[in-house]
């Protein structure tokens, strides 16, 4: 796990597409609406360049992120919240996000609202297990 620049990674212990069904999973089961996932690697290769399996998972719930971004309009440029999975050089696996206290100061959010955008580090542990 690293935090620079307020990104926190985690290894997990599956491929790019079984984190990717788990974070479904887990987001169907909390009442998180997906909004989309991006397939970086997938475009890269109709364009005709390889890379590694990269995914980003764009998700939120807007009683959450409503009341950040009106206590700061700036958190609109992070929200909704994004877990980025992407396979390495060497086959394995990560989960990447924007690290909740990061945001918080990012933004000069109120400390009380930092529940509303938590359930990502859970999302990504649970994800990575």
């Not at 609109?76 to 924007?98: F, H, Q, T, W």
């Amino acid at each position: 796990m690293n935090s620079e620049k307020g990104i926190i990674t985690k290894a997990a212990n599956c491929t790019v597409e079984e984190a990717v069904n788990k974070i479904k999973s887990l987001l169907v089961t909390r009442g998180i609406k997906l909004f989309t996932v991006i397939d970086h690697s997938g475009e890269a290769e109709i364009i005709g360049m390889k890379m590694p399996d990269t995914k980003l998972l764009i998700f939120g719930n807007p009683k959450g992120g409503t009341p950040l971004m009106l206590a700061s309009p700036s958190a609109a440029i992070d929200l909704p919240l994004k877990l980025l999975v992407a396979e390495d050089a060497n086959g394995r696996c990560s989960i990447s996000y924007n690290s909740p206290q990061y945001l918080q100061q990012r933004h000069r959010l109120p400390k009380d609202l930092i529940q509303n955008i938590a359930i990502i580090e859970a999302l990504a542990a649970e994800a990575a297990a």
